[in-house]
């Protein structure tokens, strides 16, 4: 799969990307689909700590603090030196140091295998759950519309 496929998952191309689906991944269904760690080194055990969550008016008005969120990051180093980071909601330690780990073995050769066998299914799953939601919400929409009757 290349970059310029049609039906390619973009957003797995950079290291920006495969980290958003990384940290959006069930953390069971990535435990399953990467079930064997490599060697590793911790260099930021997996700690939980929180972070502020900011919105903004519309949506594009005046930024506000809309609360703290928990999180948990993970920096680790493989064998071979690369470093990988991960940042998830909630506490699971585990969940941050596969994700870190993913994030590592993107940056060696094993990249191809690592994007085929973890990344690809975790955004064809997601991009499935969001058109099930966009069913849903559209099995109920209501359209309205009005009669014009002929008294201008």
């Known amino acids: 799969m290349t970059k310029t496929d049609p039906g390619s998952a973009p957003e797995i191309f950079d290291r920006q990307g495969w980290m958003g689906v990384l940290a959006k991944a069930a953390p069971a269904r990535l435990a399953a689909l990467f079930p064997d760690e490599p060697a590793h080194a911790m260099l930021r055990a997996p700690e939980v700590g929180a972070v502020m969550v900011r919105g903004h008016a519309g949506g594009t008005g005046a930024p506000f603090n809309l609360g703290e969120m928990t999180v948990t990051r993970c920096t680790l180093r493989l064998a071979g030196g690369q470093v990988g980071h991960a940042m998830v909601a ?63």
């Open 90 to 152: 909630g506490r699971d330690r585990v969940h941050a140091r596969r994700a870190a780990l993913v994030d590592a073995l993107m940056q060696t050769d094993r990249a191809g295998a690592i994007r085929a066998a973890v990344l690809e299914p975790l955004v064809a799953e997601a991009a499935a759950a969001r058109a099930t939601r966009a069913a849903k919400a559209a099995a109920t929409r209501v359209e309205f519309f009005t009669l014009v009757r002929g008294e201008d």
